[in-house]
């Protein structure tokens, strides 16, 4: 008959509890300053528009993306492969974590800002409040969905895992932003959706290259499925 000793975990000493608390915090350092970069460079270039993709005409202005697109859109997509780095790494709890705290210090420094520039200024430097929300909820939906598909897909192929969890975290979040954003203005969104999920699309597969070139020095630790 099995003893119940068996069943029991192993005890932890308090000591080295705070140990590989620290080691945890300490691993998210670098993942979640790196993922903050990403972001604040991606917002000081949204007044940057991108014209050489502008191939249609005149009428179909809603479809070159010229009027919208910014090199602060693609920048963005490396947020993904920023989170793809960490769930390689450590594994889907970091890769949450990462996102979470990533945003939750952006959310610290925009409040912050938001409430100076109030102050000083007449005109504040951010976009409308509907486009802020619409871009938080729908990035970070998508950074959580796109941990969550890396998790699931990983192991098999080295480029299944990054390339299928950033184009459905690509999806969801040009439906979720673009449906948001133009709420109740008129503008033809589904046009600019389509034109968007196809540029992040194309982005998904270019970053397959940096992805591959860093596997060799980001190990997977065991028991992570490799990818």
Excluded: C
Excluded at 74 to 87: E, G, H, K, Q
Excluded at 145 to 154: E, L, S, W, Y
Aim: aromatic fraction near 14%.
């Amino acid at each position: 008959m099995t003893s119940e000793m068996e069943f029991r975990a192993p005890k932890v000493a308090p000591g080295e509890r705070a140990k590989i608390a620290l080691r945890s915090v300490l691993r998210l350092i670098l993942p979640v300053v790196s993922l903050l970069l990403v972001l604040v460079v991606s917002y000081f270039n949204m007044d940057r528009f991108v014209t050489g993709l502008d191939f249609f005409s005149a009428e179909q202005w809603s479809l070159n993306p010229g009027y919208w697109l910014t090199w602060g859109h693609l920048v963005l997509p490396l947020a993904f492969l920023m989170a793809s780095l960490t769930n390689r790494r450590f594994g889907q709890s970091y890769a949450f974590a990462q996102v979470l705290m990533a945003w939750v210090g952006v959310g610290l420094i925009t409040a912050a800002a938001y409430d100076r520039w109030d102050v000083l200024y007449v005109e504040s430097p951010f976009p409308p409040m509907q486009i802020s929300v619409a871009f938080m909820v729908a990035f970070v939906t998508a950074q959580l969905a796109q941990v969550a598909i890396f998790d699931k897909t990983r192991g098999r192929t080295w480029w299944g895992a990054p390339l299928f969890s950033t184009l459905w975290a690509s999806l969801v979040y040009v439906v979720i932003f673009h449906t948001m954003a133009a709420w109740g203005n008129g503008q033809p969104w589904m046009d600019t959706m389509m034109v968007d999920f196809v540029i992040k699309a194309v982005l998904a597969v270019a970053l397959l290259l940096p992805y591959f070139l860093l596997r060799r020095r980001i190990k997977s630790l065991p028991g992570y499925g490799g990818a």
